[in-house]
């Protein structure tokens, strides 16, 4: 059986695509340090729980509990690979500006660890890394919009998304956006110079079952916890900022079709997410959730977050094209198996913020 390694294999996508390629008859190898619930101390209680459910159901599934930082011990593990999936790091504004320095180690050097296992393996080892809308900063805060009484619009030459082609220079970030690009960048270069395939993917918001949102990362499972167990939902800025949203199954084929065809599709840098057709703004998803789960939520709201984006949805069309790819899950669908899964976990979220 093919092997395949996932770094970050303990959170919400990395245990995704575990799931979804054990079913396919890989042998699975997580490697996780398990460090987002050691950096965020209150949420230690259910930072094993997709671990846990993964080894004890999918017995072609292994887990290497150690740092990608630790590239001696990194370096066995890769190199016998045939395709690696990088979902691993820091993942959140905030915390990156707390904590830069980690956020840098998390985010850079692990990447860099893991493209040079696979440089120095000499084995054709397929890469895909999940990098970030916030790799555009505020270069997206730069283009003419139109606010409207919910949400904010993109006009020409951007009405079907920001494209690949936005630039990444000349703007405000963040630490967690500078590590990401940083990486990025590295991810492309080795595709480049040394002949990787490598496939960046650079993600809007992707939600489901198993994400385990907060405040500020994962705000879509975060708000549908909040609205579960009644808790009130802080809206960050007027509400009107718009993402386009992608449920994490069609992530997980859309990595598949790449594993596939990255021999013909070679080294690329794709936007991905739900595209226009599943764009929504947070008081959008609001009215969505007093429909479907909690018509009484209670809406506070605070000051706008230093690097928030006022609108970001992606032009897909260029995936589309070199993937055969499409999104094939809808924001009422997706949102409908994200309130059955935490309505049955809810125990999970007693804790969030």
């Not at 993600?203 to 405040?215: K, L, T």
């Not at 690097?307 to 999104?327: A, E, F, H, M, N």
Request: hydrophobic share 35%; net charge neutral.
């Amino acid at each position: 059986m093919p092997k395949l390694v996932i770094a970050g294999g303990a959170g919400f996508i990395g245990s995704q695509c575990a799931e979804y390629f054990a079913k396919k008859k890989f042998n699975v190898i997580l490697i996780d340090n398990f460090s987002r619930g050691n950096l965020l101390h209150q949420y230690l209680p259910r930072s094993r729980f997709n671990t846990d459910f993964l080894l004890n159901t999918y017995p072609n599934i292994k887990l290497f509990e150690f740092d990608l930082r630790d590239y001696e011990k990194v370096y066995p593990v890769i190199s016998i690979a045939d395709g690696v999936i990088f979902a691993a790091g820091q993942t959140a504004v905030t915390t990156s500006l707390q904590f830069p320095r980690e956020d840098l180690e998390n985010n850079l050097l692990t990447t860099f660890n893991v493209l040079e296992c696979i440089r120095n393996s000499r084995n054709e080892i397929p890469f895909i890394y999940c990098s970030t809308n916030k790799v555009y900063g505020d270069n997206t805060n730069q283009v003419p919009i139109i606010e409207h009484d919910d949400a904010y619009s993109l006009t020409e030459p951007h009405i079907k998304g920001f494209s690949e082609d936005l630039s990444i220079d000349n703007c405000v970030h963040s630490p967690y956006g500078v590590s990401k690009s940083a990486a990025d960048l590295y991810v492309q270069d080795y595709g480049k110079i040394y002949g990787l395939k490598t496939g960046v993917f650079r993600m809007s918001c992707i939600y489901g079952p198993y994400q385990y949102g907060i405040a500020d990362q994962g705000w879509v499972t975060h708000f549908v916890a909040s609205a579960l167990s009644g808790k009130p939902i802080t809206i960050y800025g007027n509400g009107k900022q718009v993402r386009d949203l992608l449920h994490v199954s069609d992530l997980v084929e859309l990595f598949d079709a790449y594993l596939k065809k990255c021999k013909t599709v070679g080294s690329d840098v794709f936007n991905i997410g739900g595209g226009p057709k599943n764009a929504i703004s947070i008081l959008q998803l609001v009215k969505k959730l007093r429909e479907l789960c909690n018509p009484e939520i209670i809406v506070k709201y605070d000051n706008w977050r230093l690097g928030d984006q006022k609108i970001y949805v992606s032009d897909i069309r260029k995936v589309q094209t070199r993937l055969t790819w499409t999104p094939s899950i809808s924001i009422d669908q997706g949102l409908k198996t994200t309130i059955q899964w935490i309505s049955q976990n809810l125990n999970l979220f007693s804790k969030s913020s």
